[in-house]
Nanobody, 119 residues
Framework: QVQLVESGGGSVQAGDSLRLSCEAS????????MGWFRQAPGREREFVAG????????DYADSVKGRFTIARDNAKNTVSLQVNSLKPEDTAVYYC????????????WGQGTQVTVSS
């Protein structure tokens, strides 16, 4: 059974930082492209960041470039998202997701962790 468990969310002030973590189990983690997504109230889920199997390639949404950093540790089956200079518009539930090398869709999702940024 595949599980992705996020942690690290919270309520912070604008300009603060958080480090979100996602621990994976039940899958061969190093074979999966990992991504972070977020969904704000009343809005569609959106891509935030992604990282390749060995961590050599990363991708970011324009809205978070320069503020968010994705990283992975294949020895620990974890992927993290360092979020700096938070803005109220970053308020959302953040999800990690895993995508197999055999398709374009993300196969597995975590339950999400809430990030709330107040001005």
């Amino acid at each position: 059974q595949v599980q992705l468990v996020e942690s690290g969310g919270g309520s912070v002030q604008a300009g603060d930082s958080l480090r979100l973590s996602c621990e994976a189990s039940g899958l061969t983690f190093r074979r999966y492209y990992m991504g972070w997504f977020r969904q704000a109230p009343g809005r569609e889920r959106e891509f935030v960041a992604g990282i390749s199997y060995r961590g050599g390639s990363t991708d970011y949404a324009d809205s978070v470039k320069g503020r968010f950093t994705i990283a992975r540790d294949n020895a620990k089956n974890t992927v993290s998202l360092q979020v700096n200079s938070l803005k109220p518009e970053d308020t959302a539930v953040y999800y990690c997701a895993a995508r197999s090398p055999y398709g374009q869709a993300y196969n597995y999702w975590g339950q999400g962790t809430q990030v709330t940024v107040s001005s």
